[in-house]
């Protein structure tokens, strides 16, 4: 694997020391799907209020090893460990802690269709955190307020844009007070003049120090925001750095390489 810990290669003494606390860490995944491995041995440890940014060609595992990490699929080896504890997979407290702390946005959105975008933020609010119809209803207003989306609270998901559901599906994440927000390619799925309004909301959370690790092919984004780009393949991290260390002209990395087609496929180039 190639680290670029720094533009200048090895930590300098002049490179500050990040002394944030390690919020979640994934160690060694290990994840066999019939009999073929798709996930090597795979670790990540994210730091409070950083943006790790998965990025790789289709089948790389990304989707995967996020599933892995909030144990929506079961590693076959491998540890995550949250605040210091180790998740114990088996022990319902331990994986209902995970889940509540550690929030998934998908693709495709997951909401409710039979339930209106206030609804389907409450619902998790009232199952999930014990909350009164009540304060459920106060709490998914704030939320939906937060993603710009106070407005359409009443809409169902079949009268919004693909944009909106996926700010409903942010705002459900954010009511659950998560410490760690795992995006599986959140704007995929949007036509291109959607894809705006989604990243402008994942920009504000960054901004505001939530955790988050990202699977995009958003490289205009990954580069302004991302504290880390982790480059897999073949179900390995195989290049991992600083979007200035990955990216810089002549860097001749496998990021900036995947970036250039990424570029050359949008333009038809
Ligand atoms: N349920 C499954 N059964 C069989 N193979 C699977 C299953 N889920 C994933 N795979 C395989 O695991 C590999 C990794 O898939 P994954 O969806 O994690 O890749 P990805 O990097 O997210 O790709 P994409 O960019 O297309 O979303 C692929 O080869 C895929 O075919
Ligand atoms: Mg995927």
Not at 147 to 158: D, E, F, I, K, N
Not at 159 to 176: C, D, F, P, T, W
Not at 184 to 190: F, G, I, N, V, Y
Not at 246 to 263: N, Q
């Amino acid at each position: 694997m190639t680290q670029f810990a720094s533009s200048h290669g090895s930590p300098s003494p002049d490179d500050a020391v990040d002394t944030r606390p390690v919020i979640l860490e994934m160690e060694n995944i290990t994840k066999k799907i019939g009999g073929r491995t798709i996930l090597h041995d795979v670790s990540l440890a994210v730091r409070q209020g950083e943006l790790k940014v998965l990025i790789g060609p289709s089948g790389a595992g990304k989707s995967t090893f996020l599933q892995c990490v909030n144990l929506l699929i079961a590693p076959d080896a491998g540890n995550i460990i949250l605040k210091g504890e180790k998740v114990e997979p088996h022990h319902k407290p331990s994986l209902y802690a995970l889940r509540q702390q550690v929030g998934m946005i998908f693709q495709d959105f997951n909401l409710f269709d039979h339930l209106t975008a206030q609804e389907n933020v409450a619902i998790a609010l009232r199952k999930v955190r014990g909350f009164s119809k009540r304060e459920a209803s106060l709490r998914a207003m704030a939320e939906l307020e937060r993603v710009g989306l106070s407005r359409r609270a009443g809409l169902y998901p079949a009268e919004l844009s693909g944009g909106q559901k996926q700010r409903v599906a942010i705002a459900r994440a954010l009511a659950m007070d998560p410490q760690v927000i795992l995006l599986d390619e959140p704007t995929s799925a949007l036509d291109p003049e959607l894809v705006g309004e989604v990243l402008a909301v994942i920009r504000e959370l960054a901004s505001n120090g939530m955790t988050m690790i990202m699977a995009t092919h958003q490289m205009e984004f990954a580069r302004a925001l991302a504290t880390e780009i982790i480059f897999m393949e073949q179900g390995r991290i195989i290049e991992r750095g600083s979007p200035d260390a990955l990216l810089a002209p002549g860097a001749g990395t496998r990021t900036a390489d995947f970036c250039s087609k990424l570029l050359a496929e949008e333009c038809g180039c």
